[in-house]
C-alpha cells in the first residue's frame, strides 16, 4: 500500500479539526487532573463562552452543583478505576443560567512517549431524549393508574353480580314455594295453567340467577366449584329430564340413559350441564322435532349428549359459542344472557372433562365426555 502523500495527510487533518469543531456533538480534550486543553464550538455556544474562557478550567467548572457532586465523587473514581464511563446524565451551567441535560462520555488515552495522558469527553445534548423518556414514563404511570382503577371497577361489579344474585334467592324462594301450594288447593283449569306459568318463570328465574352467580364466581377467579363423589346418577338426570318436559309440555324429549355404575363426580353440577344443554337444545331446536338426551358410562367414560333437529349453529358463531353473553342474533330465539354454554364449559372444565359439539344441516349435538 503506497504511503500517504503529505498534501494527503494536511487535508485529513483539516478534515478531522474541522469535524472536531463543527460538530453537533460537545467535544472536550482534558489532562489527567481534568483540567479542559481544548474544547469545540459546540460546547462554547452551550457554555455562552469563548474556548479560550473554557481553557483551564476544571470539567466539573461547568457543571451544576449536583452534577458536579456526582462527578467528583462517582465519575472522577470510575474513570480513574477502569478508564472510561459511558452516557452519564449530568447537567451543564449553560448560557444565561440555563441548565442543559447532557449524556457524557469519557476514555482516558493511553500514556504517551513524554508520560502525558489526556481524556477524552464527548458530550451530547439530551434535553428532548430526557423530555420524551418523562412523558413516556408519565403516560405509563397514567396507564397503569387506569388499568388499576378499571380493575377495581370490574371486580367491583362482578361482586354486586354476586350478592345481588344471592339475594335474589330469597324472595324467589318464597315466590316457588307459594306457588306449590296454591297448586294443591286450587281446582280451576285457567287458575292452574297461570300457576304453570308461573312455576315455569320461577325455575326460569332460578336456572339465571344461578348462571350469574356461577359467572361471578369464574370471573372473580374462584371458578367454578365442585364436591365429587361416588353417587348413582341415574335418578339425578332423569329427574332433569322431568323438569325439562314440565317447562316445555309441548316437546318431546326422547331419552336413554345406561348408568349401571355410580359415577365419581359433583351430581349437582353434572345436573347443571345436562339442564342448560337440554334448555338450549329445546330454546333453539326446532319446535317439530323430538331433542334427544343419551347417558352412558361404557369403557370407564361418562358421556352425555344432547341433540335437536333445527338449523345449523353459524360458523360466526361456532369459535365463540362457550363464551359468555353471545348469543345468536340470527336466529328467532334472544332468551336469556348467553351463559348456559359457558357454565356448562365451565363445569366440565372443573371435572377435567370436555364439552364439544358438531352442528350441520342434519342435527346439532352436544357432548360431555368424562373419564370415570
Known amino acids: 500500500m503506497m504511503p500517504d502523500l503529505p498534501e494527503q495527510k494536511g487535508f485529513l487533518e483539516q478534515e478531522a479539526n474541522q469535524f472536531f469543531e463543527e460538530s453537533f456533538s460537545g467535544f472536550l480534550i482534558a489532562d489527567e487532573k481534568n483540567r479542559i486543553i481544548r474544547s469545540n464550538k459546540r460546547v462554547s455556544a452551550w457554555l455562552g463562552i469563548s474556548p479560550e474562557e473554557i481553557k483551564s478550567k476544571k470539567i466539573s467548572d461547568i457543571l451544576s452543583i449536583g452534577s458536579k457532586i456526582y462527578f467528583e465523587t462517582h465519575l472522577s473514581p470510575l474513570l480513574k478505576m477502569q478508564g472510561y464511563f459511558e452516557e452519564i446524565l449530568v447537567e451543564l451551567n449553560g448560557a444565561a443560567g440555563k441548565r442543559l441535560k447532557i449524556l457524557i462520555n469519557a476514555k482516558e488515552s493511553a500514556s504517551k512517549e513524554d508520560g502525558l495522558k489526556l481524556i477524552y469527553y464527548t458530550l451530547v445534548e439530551a434535553s428532548d431524549r430526557v423530555q420524551f423518556e418523562q412523558n413516556l414514563q408519565h403516560g405509563k404511570s397514567r396507564a397503569e393508574k387506569e388499568l388499576e382503577a378499571e380493575r ?40 292452574k295453567k297461570l300457576l304453570q306459568i308461573l312455576k315455569r318463570s320461577s325455575y326460569r328465574m332460578n336456572e339465571l340467577i344461578g348462571n350469574v352467580m356461577d359467572f361471578a364466581r369464574t370471573r372473580l377467579g374462584e371458578g367454578i366449584v365442585i364436591s365429587p363423589r361416588e353417587i348413582d346418577l341415574k335418578p339425578v338426570l332423569e329427574h332433569v329430564v322431568e323438569e325439562l318436559k314440565f317447562l316445555f309440555p309441548d316437546r318431546k324429549i326422547t331419552v336413554d340413559i345406561a348408568l349401571p355404575e355410580p359415577i365419581h363426580c359433583d351430581a349437582d353440577r353434572i345436573a347443571q350441564l345436562a339442564s342448560n344443554l337440554l334448555a338450549n337444545a329445546l330454546t333453539h331446536g326446532n319446535p317439530q322435532s323430538p331433542v334427544s338426551f343419551t347417558a352412558s358410562n361404557e369403557t370407564n367414560k361418562l358421556e352425555l349428549s344432547v341433540a ?65
Open 152 to 191: 377495581e371497577n370490574v371486580i367491583l361489579r362482578e361482586q354486586l353480580i354476586a350478592v345481588l344474585g344471592h339475594d335474589l334467592r330469597n324472595p324467589l324462594g318464597a315466590i316457588s314455594m307459594t306457588v306449590g301450594l296454591l297448586e294443591r288447593s286450587i281446582k280451576d283449569e285457567r287458575q
Open 308 to 372: 335437536n333437529d333445527g338449523e345449523p349453529i353459524p360458523e360466526s358463531l361456532q369459535a365463540i359459542l362457550f363464551t359468555p353473553f353471545k348469543r345468536e342474533g340470527n336466529r328467532p330465539s334472544k332468551n336469556g344472557l348467553g351463559l348456559g354454554l359457558y357454565i356448562a364449559d365451565q363445569i366440565a372444565k372443573a371435572h377435567g372433562a370436555n364439552l364439544s359439539f358438531t352442528s350441520n344441516e342434519e342435527e346439532t349435538r352436544f357432548i360431555f365426555a368424562m373419564e370415570c
